[in-house]
């Protein structure tokens, strides 16, 4: 366990952490809200969470969070699910999120930086943005668009997009995304649910070095989208608006200061979609001023971003992340817009991107380090990163190769690099676990809890561990924790998805450890944990341990309970060119795994398959392939329109038939 080897890998020095937000913020709640002065971070979170409503107050206060009317508290009824946030309080997110456009000597700045594949950045201003917000907002009302009603984009990460989202919450409806790489078919088993009256899309896209032509899936769309009253043509390709479509250029035209509708707090904001892997994706609704207040703290206190700060995420508008990006104008923060293959042209490219916009917090996938590691880039050494203070990964769990490799081609820059391995979830869209720019990152670890989370390890019974692996819970609400499903008018599917296995506790589906010095290790999705004679393993730990091998390019591995009462576990992989599976190879894969995790985890078939199948936002999927192996249907299995690629699947769908 990483705890018994508590040196770490990375300390910030002392200047760092004196700059931190979080450590003047801890000064100033110290004096102003009865936060602890002394004791550092670790004093701070727990104050957080048990001083839930004085820190949130904190945060607003710190944030300066504009109220249209005030708050009557800051927390009404606690329990979960149905929390209530600042009662009687309205605002708006947008207003927010422009509000660095106000100061006359910061309209000129970039907002916006957005990259395409050619990888020259074009800045949008502050000023520039607010006016197309403003005259955006303005034409949305004189379609009819009013507060509540759903505003969808069928677009890439373009300012355009950013543009529709924040005109969108200025008038008070609810914006939904989904990437145009999306198929016509998983767009609609989102956007058919919400019923959208304005759909934003382009003709098509780029994606590495070649054109998508995206004009017969817009036609599905809105075919199959009888709500919508405008459709709004964005010509990314270039080509002719179709028959009724609007123009965006005539939206965007007029020189309009926005007029920011005031909502009550729990206003829904925006619609995000659960992987959909099996059944109808949740429709997960979260509201203004939970987003708002949440995506301050974390992107203000934990990521440490401000006025200063250039943003980059590599993310599509599929995924929550993309999302999370957008909030970092609440800050003041520049964001910069990728619109592209994640390794086009080499596989060096975001690091080059974030060269080229000289990007000082850049985030990515655990997947695009292991891939940077494999395919032997040197980013400090190729590129000049000297602007960039942070490197943060999600999506999976970084192994700790990836910390290692960070760390060392790093090493020779000054202070070193920050690596925040963080994790979260769509449903809260944040991070309950990750980044905090005073404390030291250890191997293999996030570095704590996230403040206002109480986040524990919990054993069946409901009993905290630590340096022992259980269930990852919340026990305290967050603003950010969905208000509802859309069409779940009972709650039930709400309450089904996370309070059914512990009453009143939020149970996220992650198998964690919370170590004795506060750090948390994520150990991948309890739903599909190993467990072999009562040892309890963690998918992600194999596949860092197999992925090591440079024969092997992904890996599945999963664990199936037989009718019989007996337990088989094979493990796919998908190798490197060139390479071959042989019992050379297989004896090495079961070498590696008895040595480094357990000889229990040594797995019972070891077998080559054409490719590993993802979601939509790039996740393994390993609860369908389960279910597959277990007898059931592809179609009971999985919702087709979540898959990357369809016919992976029924090569595990063909094993199943041959095996019974």
């Given at each position: ?452 989370t109480d986040l524990q390890a919990w054993d069946p019974q409901g009993k905290p561990l630590i340096d022992e692996v259980g269930e990852l819970v919340v026990t305290n609400p967050m603003p950010s924790m969905p208000i509802r499903f859309w069409n779940d008018p009972d709650g039930t599917r709400y309450h089904d998805s996370y309070f059914d296995t512990y009453p009143g506790v939020w149970r996220h589906g992650d198998w964690i450890t919370v170590t004795s ?144």
């Amino acid at each position: 366990m990483s705890s018994a080897n508590p040196s770490p890998l990375w300390q910030p020095d002392q200047q760092r952490i004196a700059a931190a937000q979080v450590t003047r913020f801890q000064a100033w709640a110290a004096e102003r809200h009865g936060a602890p002065a002394d004791g550092g971070y670790a004093a701070l979170h727990r104050w957080s969470v048990d001083e839930l409503d004085t820190f949130w107050q904190a945060v607003t206060d710190w944030f300066d969070v504009r109220f249209s009317t005030p708050y009557a508290r800051v927390l009404g009824d606690r329990t979960m699910p149905g929390a209530q946030w600042f009662p009687g309080a309205t605002l708006n997110y947008a207003e927010h999120a422009l509000r660095a456009a106000e100061d006359p000597t910061r309209a000129g700045d970039p907002a916006l930086l957005h990259v395409d594949e050619t990888h020259e950045p074009a800045a949008v201003t502050w000023g520039e943005l607010r006016r197309q917000v403003g005259s955006l907002a303005a034409e949305l009302r004189t379609l009819g668009v009013r507060p509540g009603d759903r505003v969808s984009g069928y677009v890439p990460n373009i300012p355009q997009a950013v543009v529709a989202l924040l005109a969108t919450a200025a008038v008070g409806a609810v914006w939904t995304s989904c990437a145009p790489d999306f198929g016509a078919r998983s767009v609609l088993d989102r956007f058919q649910q919400v019923e959208p009256v304005v759909l934003f899309t382009v003709d098509g896209y780029r994606y590495g070095g070649k054109e998508h032509d995206r004009r017969d899936a817009v036609a599905e769309l809105r075919r199959e989208l009888p709500t919508l009253r405008a459709v709004v043509h964005i010509p990314l390709l270039g080509t002719e608006a179709p028959e009724g479509a609007l123009e965006w250029d005539a939206l965007t035209a007029s020189d309009t200061a926005p007029v920011f509708e005031p909502v009550p707090f729990d206003h829904p904001l925006w619609v995000l979609y659960s992987s959909g892997t099996t059944g109808l994706p949740k429709a997960i609704v979260q509201s203004q001023g939970g987003i708002l207040v949440e995506h301050l703290k974390q992107l203000g206190l934990h990521c440490d971003l401000g006025p200063e700060d250039r943003f980059f995420w590599y993310t599509s508008t599929g995924w929550m992340m993309w999302n999370f990006l957008v909030s970092g104008l609440l800050t003041g923060t520049t964001i910069i817009l990728y619109d592209g293959s994640p390794g086009h042209p080499d596989t060096g490219a975001q690091w080059r991107i974030s060269e080229r916009t000289k990007a000082t917090l850049f985030g990515t996938s655990a997947a695009y380090v292991m891939a940077c590691r494999k395919a032997g880039v040197h980013p400090a050494r190729d590129f000049d990163l000297s602007t960039v203070q942070c490197v943060a990964t999600t999506g999976s769990p970084l192994p700790p190769d990836g910390f290692r490799w960070l760390h060392d081609e790093f090493e020779g820059t000054p202070g070193g690099l920050w690596m925040a391995s963080v994790s979260g979830g769509t449903d809260v869209c944040s991070c309950f676990a990750g980044a905090v720019p005073t404390l030291p990152v250890h191997i293999g670890e996030l570095q704590a809890p996230g403040l206002g989370t109480d986040l524990q390890a919990w054993d069946p019974q409901g009993k905290p561990l630590i340096d022992e692996v259980g269930e990852l819970v919340v026990t305290n609400p967050m603003p950010s924790m969905p208000i509802r499903f859309w069409n779940d008018p009972d709650g039930t599917r709400y309450h089904d998805s996370y309070f059914d296995t512990y009453p009143g506790v939020w149970r996220h589906g992650d198998w964690i450890t919370v170590t004795s010095h506060g750090s948390v290790v994520i150990h991948g999705r309890s739903d599909s944990t190993l467990n072999r004679q009562g040892v309890r393993m963690g998918s992600a730990d194999i596949y860092e341990a197999v992925e090591r091998l440079p024969e092997i390019r992904e890996s599945l591995v999963i664990g199936v309970e037989q009718p019989d009462g007996g337990y088989w576990m094979p493990l796919f992989i998908h190798l490197a060119p060139g390479a071959t599976l042989d019992d050379g190879l297989r004896d090495r894969i079961k070498q590696t795994i008895r040595a480094q995790l357990s000889p229990r985890h040594v797995p019972d078939e070891i077998i080559e398959v054409p490719g590993i199948p993802h979601t939509l936002t790039g996740k393994r999927i390993e609860v369908p392939v389960k279910r597959l192996l277990q007898g059931t249907a592809l179609d009971k299995a999985v919702n087709p329109g979540s898959v990357d690629n369809l016919d992976l699947l029924r090569f595990y769908e063909d094993l199943a038939r041959t095996r019974s």
